[in-house]
């Protein structure tokens, strides 16, 4: 009988030239040899050659992604978004290792593409539609807030999770961002009330579940007391108004000035970010706070401007793919898959939580105003994903640390995280396309003179 002879380990780098080894019939050990030297073999040859590219080919490889990814998701009916995040996987230190594991000019634009991504949240949000359904948005935000808080806090009890780090796991469940509300203005369907009640109650949904989220920093950070709770409760209703009304009116005297010059008026809106994102530093606030509230602030000051709309589309094209992108190297496949099948109630747990709580709200909400049962799921799908606000938050707690070096949120809970965004950015907008377009046939007056 023949048998394959495995000859000494071989490493990752200058075995070119053994290539290929000797093949013949394998007993258990040759199949092993035979799967490393078939696939494990040249892929670490590629990740060696790929991690000494050129600054310029990386570049470049980094600029086929974001051209392409979106295409490729759209092909196979995926969010944009999900592209990204497998991209980055499939390229980071974990897979082909193309950018290495120190890559400061990756972080720095990954980090301004999460400040831009909080900015338009918040620059994008129609007070308009808030005002004029202010109340029923009040009622349902709180709801829509308050449950996934609390069935995410008690699921991270539940888990083993200290106080802080449950609490975290039920404000980042408590926001969501309206992925889907593309289906809707293409439907023409913005004006309905309840989708201006759904846009409404993302206002004080966000901006509630971004001000408890960084709370809990601040005392994971530096500790609890109930002194330091109070200055820090009291820095936050000192800033929160600096920003929106100080900094919000400041900064629309100054873009007044300046909106004859696009150039100008586009630089003026990075500075009023970067000072609202460096505010709330200053009182150890994760700075996506700073950078929502500036967007809420200016909203209606940079409202159908050429160059916010140039912003905008610097923004989607450029920093925030790199953020998707740049989110996708902090996940470890292996480590991905293993902490699904070593935590499925933890995962179920999780996405239960946000389905059932977004879910409830929305049920009771609409019941009490009256909505239909297409208007209440329509609801329900625009606040499922769980991108923008949640991806940002999580990302700043995994690099959060207490006095003793332990993170906010440890790798099994990001891993469970990142589950929920992909699975939700999918739920969401499937439910979307399926109850939305019931909301205009319900709108209609019914037609007069039809035969009995």
């Known amino acids: 009988m023949f048998t394959y002879v495995p000859a000494a380990p071989l490493g990752w780098r200058g075995l070119g030239r053994s290539w290929p080894p000797p093949i013949g019939r394998t007993n258990t050990l040759g199949r092993d040899r035979l799967w490393y030297d078939f696939v494990t073999f040249p892929i670490g040859i590629l990740r060696s050659d790929l991690s000494t590219l050129p600054l310029l080919a990386k570049f470049a490889i980094g600029m086929a992604i974001i051209v392409c990814v979106p295409r490729l998701s759209h092909r196979v009916r995926l969010p944009a978004v999900v592209g990204f995040i497998l991209s980055g996987m499939a390229i980071g230190p974990h897979g082909l290792n193309v950018f290495g594991q120190h890559r400061p000019i990756v972080d720095f634009l990954a980090d301004l593409g999460k400040l831009l991504l909080m900015f338009f949240a918040g620059l994008e949000i129609d007070l308009t539609l808030f005002r004029r359904s202010r109340n029923k948005s009040i009622r349902f935000g709180l709801l829509t807030t308050g449950l996934p808080l609390a069935l995410g806090s008690a699921v991270g009890f539940l888990f083993g999770y200290d106080s802080v780090s449950a609490i975290v796991l039920g404000s980042l469940l408590a926001s969501h961002t309206l992925l889907a509300l593309p289906i809707i203005a293409h439907l023409d369907e913005t004006r309905l009330e309840p989708v201006t009640v759904t846009v409404g109650a993302t206002v004080l949904s966000d901006t509630l579940s971004l001000v408890m989220f960084a709370v809990c920093v601040s005392i994971w950070q ?231």
């Open 222 to 452: 530096s500790g609890f007391s109930m002194s330091k709770l109070a200055i820090l409760l009291t820095e936050i209703a000192v800033v929160v108004p600096v920003i929106l009304v100080g900094l919000g009116r400041l900064g629309a005297y100054a873009l007044k000035k300046v909106e004859l010059d696009e150039g100008a008026y586009f630089i003026l809106m990075f500075a009023i970010l970067a000072v609202a994102a460096l505010i709330a530093q200053t009182i150890q606030l994760p700075g996506i706070v700073g950078a929502f509230l500036a967007g809420l602030a200016v909203n209606v000051a940079v409202h159908d401007k050429p160059a916010k709309q140039k912003l905008k589309f610097f923004g989607d094209t450029l920093f925030i793919p790199i953020f998707f992108v740049a989110t996708g190297f902090l996940i470890d496949p292996l480590a991905f898959l293993r902490s699904i099948t070593d935590n499925p109630a933890l995962v179920f747990g999780i996405v239960g939580a946000l389905v059932i709580g977004k879910w409830f709200a929305a049920e009771v909400a609409g019941r009490a105003f009256g909505y239909s049962h297409n208007e209440r799921m329509t609801i329900w799908s625009l606040t499922l994903p769980q991108v923008a606000a949640t991806l940002a938050a999580t990302l700043v707690a995994v690099d959060t640390f207490d006095p003793a070096g332990q993170r906010l949120i440890d790798n099994r809970l990001l891993n469970v995280v990142l589950v929920l965004v992909l699975t939700t950015s999918i739920l969401g907008p499937v439910l979307t396309e399926r109850f939305a377009p019931r909301l205009l046939t319900e709108a209609m007056p019914p037609a007069s003179g039809r035969a009995a």
